[in-house]
């Protein structure tokens, strides 16, 4: 059913569009200061220790995902040390009940295949605006970046053909985006999609989509100051993470006020996390690939996702949220 009696898992009446009671503020700053506190822990000896350091690069991939931790960790912090919901918390966060069942795993298949298709339009539009240059035979700038991956005086030759490569990563594509990195989505998604956006939800659907997705979006602070993703130490990478998060947020908030589960959203971020670097296999040879224009996290890419969200929001979607049964707990007297 699309109109609703009851309010729906985030403590809202989805059919009148109206918060079932106020935003949680002290919970919600409880919930900020946690997730931004101990994200800045730990990415404290990336910062401590310098890019420059011979052992950045792996010490960096291995905090940037336990970083991925701390929206989790903040949620429990919410949960218990603020009791917000003190009742059916699971429900609150969209992790059960599942159902209306046949939404949710429609809208989780689709959120797993949904950046991939982003991700190449994004490539084409980048290179129809002529923001790179695209080789689409012969995968030039892809072979040469393998190339320079092997060892040094390793033939490249032992490598098979770019077009095979790019092919296996597509069909080894939906596993990988499942196993791990939707593990570690959803550990971001059950703090920012799970618990804050149901909480600012009483705002309204666009004031707590755009609340969360800036707040999402300065959480990565630690790691965009050091060029995390635009290659930027400055206000300036941080403004276009802002942008960015707000943008995907919607995405990703969408599927989950749409589907009534925090699961398609964990599962649309994993499927993201693993098609950033899909400008490389199409790049030419020599090509300048600027990720602020031609990325998913990109100009082309906000184009991309923007045209998907105002198509949604002009036919109703965001208006439409489940149904769920409500709770047979008897209210306490």
């Given amino acids: 059913m699309e109109n609703t009696a009851h309010p729906a898992p985030g403590g809202f009446d989805a059919r009148a569009d109206r918060p079932a009671r106020g935003v949680p503020w002290g919970a919600v700053a409880l919930f900020v200061v946690l997730a931004y506190g101990l994200a ?43 009791r917000t919901p ?17 939404r949710v795993v429609w809208f989780t298949v689709a959120a797993l295949f949904a950046p991939l298709l982003v991700a190449m339009l994004t490539t084409g539009l980048a290179g129809a605006l002529g923001w790179v240059r695209l080789d689409l035979v012969n995968f030039s700038g892809f072979a040469e970046a393998n190339a320079a991956a092997l060892p040094e005086g390793v033939d490249p030759g032992i490598l098979p ?51 969360s997705g800036a707040i999402w979006g300065l959480w990565h602070m630690p790691l965009t100051l050091l060029g995390h993703n635009y290659g930027l130490t400055d206000w ?45 296999w199409f790049a030419a040879a020599g090509a300048e690939v600027r990720p602020e224009l031609v990325t998913i996290v990109g100009a082309a890419g906000w184009i991309v996702i923007g045209v998907m969200i105002l198509i949604l929001a002009l036919a109703g979607q965001f208006r439409r949220e489940p149904e769920l049964a409500p709770s047979r707990r008897r209210p306490r007297t």
């Fill in 161 to 211: 053909p770019p077009g095979v490569l790019i092919a296996i990563q597509l069909l080894t594509f939906p596993v990988l985006a499942l196993i791990p990195n939707s593990l570690l989505g959803f550990t971001e998604e059950i703090g920012w999609r799970g618990w804050l956006l149901p909480a600012l939800r009483p705002l309204g659907i666009w004031p707590a989509l755009l609340l």
């Fill in 40 to 82: 800045w822990l730990v990415a404290l000896p990336l910062w401590l220790k310098g890019s420059a350091d011979p052992a950045f690069p792996a010490l960096f991939g291995l905090l940037s995902a336990a970083m991925m931790l701390t929206p989790a960790l903040a949620t429990l912090g919410a949960l218990f040390a603020a």
């Fill in 86 to 102: 003190r009742r059916e918390r699971l429900r609150f966060l969209g992790m059960w009940p599942l159902r209306p069942a046949k």
């Fill in 236 to 280: 300036r990478g941080v403004a276009l993470m802002t942008v960015n998060s707000v943008l995907w947020g919607m995405a990703f908030g969408w599927l989950r006020l749409r589907s009534g589960s925090v699961w398609p959203a964990a599962v649309g971020h994993g499927a993201f996390n693993g098609v950033g670097g899909t400008i490389i």
